[in-house]
T-cell receptor
Framework: AQRVTQPEKLLSVFKGAPVELKCNYS??????LFWYVQYSRQRLQLLLR??SRESIKGFTADLNKGETSFHLKKPFAQEEDSAMYYC???????????FGQGTILTVHP | NAGVTQTPKFRILKIGQSMTLQCTQD?????MYWYRQDPGMGLKLIYY???????DKGEVPNGYNVSRSTTEDFPLRLELAAPSQTSVYFC??????????????FGSGTRLTVV
């Protein structure tokens, strides 16, 4: 069975501080991992994918297969980063995603 | 393009009532999904479809039914509503042949309360 764990339900930082949202997964094969974000009053949307190794809005995430982690990082948080963040894993067929419990990030001015 | 459209946005049901949550996409996506979002629980997959006429159960299908008569529409039916079905429901779609790799397009959600 595949599982995604986000250990922090709430995370608060001040503007300009580094932020790291943790994500650990359990899957026996080669996973595809994603971070989705939901800003206030907006739809859930894809933030980034591990296969593209991209930086979106200053966020990066590296897949660590040894530690089965896919933590999301940003060196300098901004107030507009405040949102709900979900880590998700696609390991089975048909594109089904398994989501973590979500982390609410609040960036204080 | 409208993307993924869900209706209604809000609904209050009484225990035992039935309703259909509508989901329509105009992107010619083969894959469509229904998730429910509960506080502290993340999103759980209810049902999914890989094309017209093909549906299958997800992680939490009990109390729900779906149909996929066209590529565009993927309605979710609640029969005999129960308080445990109080949740926010999201419909999503993904491009043909790509699965989740290029990301889902989500609808705006339906907030359902069963009283």
């Amino acid at each position: 069975a595949q599982r995604v764990t986000q250990p922090e339900k709430l995370l608060s930082v001040f503007k300009g501080a580094p932020v790291e949202l943790k994500c650990n997964y359990s899957y026996s094969g080669s996973p595809e991992l994603f971070w989705y974000v939901q800003y206030s009053r907006q739809r859930l949307q894809l933030l980034l994918r591990h296969i593209s190794r991209e930086s979106i809005k200053g966020f990066t995430a590296d897949l660590n297969k040894g530690e089965t982690s896919f933590h999301l990082k940003k060196p300098f948080a901004q107030e507009e980063d405040s949102a709900m963040y979900y880590c998700a894993l696609s390991g089975t067929s048909y594109g089904k995603l398994t989501f973590g419990q979500g982390t609410i990030l609040t960036v204080h001015p | 393009n409208a993307g993924v459209t869900q209706t209604p946005k809000f609904r209050i049901l009484k225990i035992g009532q039935s309703m259909t949550l509508q989901c329509t996409q105009d992107m010619n996506h083969n894959y469509m999904y229904w998730y429910r979002q509960d506080p502290g629980m993340g999103l759980k997959l209810i049902y999914y479809s890989v094309g017209a006429g093909i549906t299958d159960k997800g992680e939490v299908p009990n109390g729900y039914n779906v149909s996929r008569s066209t590529t565009e529409d993927f309605p979710l039916r609640l029969e005999l509503a129960a308080p445990s079905q109080t949740s926010v429901y999201f419909c999503a779609s993904s491009p043909p042949g790509q699965g989740a790799s290029y990301g889902y397009t989500f609808g705006s959600g339906t907030r359902l309360t069963v009283v």
